[in-house]
């Protein structure tokens, strides 16, 4: 029983009603991409904070153990016979003792070695590449930044584009409704008309046609609907088959599209693509600037502390010791054959490649931005002559059936006059829905979305 009353809530529930700004946040919050991009931003965020410790000093530790089938001599056999016998050889047996101690004063044993180094390394000079390194950790970051606003941008005007046309059919809907229901009541009055002898059933069949098209028409319209709502629940991150009704689906005026009418002609030159590019170009010149450092000296101080055992600071002991060290260590490259100016040579032709790849794409939005506009003209003009068309198909529309209960206009004539009024009516809702496709497409070109 408990199942059954549950079934019976989830089916008589009513559809969720979604705003076109609560459609956008289920967009953002649910799209994969997004976080995708999100991601990618924290991993050069990462990055950058990474290329900054090349400045500060690095410290490390080592230890060494190692064991020997064999240990180090600084004596041969001959001599160290020789230093043990050296009493017998001149005949003071005494010496022999002082010989032999001397021996093994110097025997190593280091058939088990062992040894320990902290070192402290700090770059002084490296030609500008850690600044360069820092800069481009930099710069990625913000392209990580602009690629994320792409992909905001691209998901917004989606929600918009899907959100207007469900809108634009289901107003079609609501009219082929009432062409049906005007077709309907044109069939019942051409029926009375036969069986008074005004109309021929050529007449009742001509409507009846038109009843059936207007049927299949509204199957057509659901059908879209239908899709295009399992199109919006897939980008705001919904079960496809949510019950889902959009605040302005019923609206009889829609909102005001003002909005859009201060777009700057420049504001394209924020758009993501193109901080991009920028921002890659200055990336390439940095490059440069690394190829260019392979030139200078590298100067880095060091400092540490190492022990070892067995100690060699007071000849060789069982003991372990050590001591600490500075110095200044510089590399100068001097003979790479080339190596360094080829390199130069390829940053230097990747940067103007980069530099000729942002003109084009400026000059692509430029003209993709000059278009929008274009058909934002276009669009108010055909909204504005859609207006006067419906305005005259309304009328002539009231004239014909008034002439036809009157007996001097034919039904021809009347169903001529409904399908003019539908395709005013249907070009009205077109013409609103591209107005407002027009305006989001505007603000995507110029990256104000």
């Known amino acids: 029983m408990l199942m059954l009353m549950l079934a019976l809530t989830t089916q008589t529930s009513p559809a969720a009603v979604m705003t076109l700004e609560e459609c956008r946040g289920m967009a953002v919050e649910n799209n994969k991409e997004l976080r995708m991009a999100d991601k990618s931003k924290e991993a050069a965020y990462y990055v950058r904070k990474s290329a900054f410790t090349a400045y500060l000093p690095k410290v490390s530790a080592t230890g060494l153990y190692m064991h020997t089938g064999k240990e180090l001599s600084l004596l041969s056999d001959e001599q160290k016979t020789t230093l043990s016998g050296l009493g017998d050889a001149v005949g003071i047996p005494a010496l022999n003792a002082a010989g032999q101690g001397l021996v093994d004063a110097l025997r190593t044993d280091t058939r088990n070695m062992a040894g320990a180094a902290v070192m402290l390394t700090q770059p002084l000079y490296t030609g500008g590449k850690i600044r360069a390194y820092n800069n481009i950790a930099r710069h990625a970051e913000r392209i990580a930044g602009n690629k994320r606003e792409q992909k905001y941008q691209e998901l917004i005007a989606d929600v918009d584009e899907t959100y207007w046309n469900i809108v634009q059919l289901t107003a079609r809907l609501r009219l082929a409704e009432s062409y049906r229901d005007l077709v309907r009541t044109l069939d019942s ?65 829609l909102p005001d599209m003002n909005e859009c009418a201060d777009i700057s002609p420049y504001a394209y030159e924020d758009r993501p693509e193109l901080s991009a590019l920028g921002t890659a170009v200055r990336i390439y010149d940095e490059k440069v600037r690394l190829a260019r450092a392979e030139y200078m000296p590298t100067v880095a101080l060091t400092g540490g502390y190492f022990a070892s055992y067995p100690s060699v600071f007071n000849s060789f002991e069982k003991k372990f010791k050590g001591t600490w060290n500075i110095g200044v260590a510089v590399n100068l490259p001097i003979l790479t054959w080339g190596d360094r100016t080829y390199k130069v040579k390829a940053a230097k032709a990747e940067a103007e490649s980069a530099r000729l790849e942002l003109e084009e794409v400026r000059e692509k939005i430029e003209l993709q931005v000059s278009q929008s506009r274009q058909k934002v003209r276009e669009a108010h003009e ?68």
């Open 189 to 253: 009055d051409v029926e009375q008309m036969i069986d008074a002898g005004f109309a021929t059933k050529a007449d009742g069949l001509s409507v009846k046609v038109k009843v059936n098209e207007a049927d299949v028409t509204i199957i057509k319209v659901e059908n879209g609907i239908e899709l295009l709502k399992m199109r919006m629940c897939e980008i705001c991150g919904l079960p496809l088959d949510s019950d889902i009704t959009l605040a302005d689906e019923d609206a009889t005026a």
């Open 382 to 449: 055909r909204y504005a002559a859609s207006l006067s068309s419906q305005a005259e198909a309304d009328e002539n529309l009231r004239y014909a059936t008034l002439g036809m209960k009157e007996g001097v206009i034919p039904v021809s004539n009347v169903i001529e006059a409904q399908t003019a009024w539908l395709a005013a009516k249907t070009n009205l809702l077109s013409a609103d829905i591209d107005l407002r496709l027009a305006y989001v497409y505007l603000r995507k070109a110029t990256g104000t979305i």
